[in-house]
């Protein structure tokens, strides 16, 4: 593999097609202000290395980064690309991960919007992120220790596995498909309407109008806070730790909760059944 150490480079395509290729200590930046360093390149590693010029990854294969920066200035730096690793890296830039596979991503900090994108086989560990439509469309996904921070969320994606991650979030998870969440905190607005096959295990959810429209919906051990109109015309399972605000017009299934502040039950195609250990307001729980 050939090393690159400690230069800067700015003009255009300054690697293009490069193989089997190390770069340390070096800087992308400069007044030439060229456009896609690394693009249709493979086997290529990026060890602290400061990338301030946009579309550096494009089409690479076997590409590692590590300890590196994409400032906000790397728009789009990774579209098209397979085999990925991303460690202890900053990604500040909009559109930072696009239409990518098998990618591992650890320890790194996120600011971008429209961030990861039609992705497929992600694997993230320990990473904050920032950003708009996260992962939209996107599937196969597993992530661990994530902290989110974000309006729509993982929309139309499929087949994820979260565990131990905070997201705070609105409008997440719509028309997903595929979903398990376990030991984590979801904080927001309209959570997962239309969605497929979502279960939460050991969550807590915080926020208004959740589970709406919802096809195989289930809730095993749950908190919910501040959740009120919960699960109108949605195929839901549930059960709750914690007494619920309302509950609006469950499709069908059952909702175990110790205590619901009110049950409203005006639709007659909602034949769902709410059963609590505690006092209700309103309507007797079956």
């Not at 996107?138 to 994530?146: A, G, I, M, R």
Request: charged share 25%.
């Amino acid at each position: 593999m050939k090393l690159i150490e400690d230069q800067t480079f700015d003009i255009e395509r300054a690697f293009y097609g490069e193989k089997d290729l190390c770069l340390k200590n070096c800087s992308f930046d400069g007044p030439a202000d060229g456009e896609s360093a690394l693009k249709e390149c493979s086997n290529i590693e990026i060890e602290n290395t400061f990338c301030n010029l946009r579309y550096p990854f494009w089409h690479d294969h076997h590409l590692k980064i590590h300890r590196s920066e994409l400032t906000a200035l790397c728009r789009a730096a990774l579209w098209y690309s397979d085999h990925l690793e991303i460690i202890k890296t900053k990604l500040h830039g909009i559109k930072a991960l696009r239409e990518c596979s098998d990618v591992t991503m650890a320890d790194c900090d996120i600011i971008s919007a429209e961030f990861g994108w039609s992705v497929r086989n992600l694997n993230m560990r320990c990473c904050t992120a920032e950003s708009e439509y996260f992962m939209l469309r996107s599937e196969n996904l597993y992530l661990s220790d994530v902290r989110f921070r974000g309006k729509y969320s993982f929309q139309y994606t499929r087949d994820i596995t979260i565990e131990n991650c905070v997201l705070d979030t609105k409008d997440a998870f719509w028309h997903a498909s595929n979903v398990t969440v376990k030991n984590s905190t979801i904080r927001g607005e309209y959570l997962a309407w239309y969605s497929d096959s979502l279960t939460l295990v050991h969550c807590k959810i915080i926020g208004t109008q959740p589970f709406c429209y919802c096809k195989n919906l289930r809730l095993i051990d749950c908190e919910m806070v501040d959740a009120d109109l919960c699960f109108e015309r949605s195929e839901v399972n549930a059960t709750i730790t914690t007494p619920v605000v309302s509950i609006k017009n469950p499709l069908s299934g059952t909702i175990y909760a110790p205590s619901v502040g009110e049950i409203i039950m005006d639709d007659k195609n909602a034949k769902g059944k709410v059963s609590c250990s505690g006092k209700t307001k309103n309507k007797p729980c079956a």
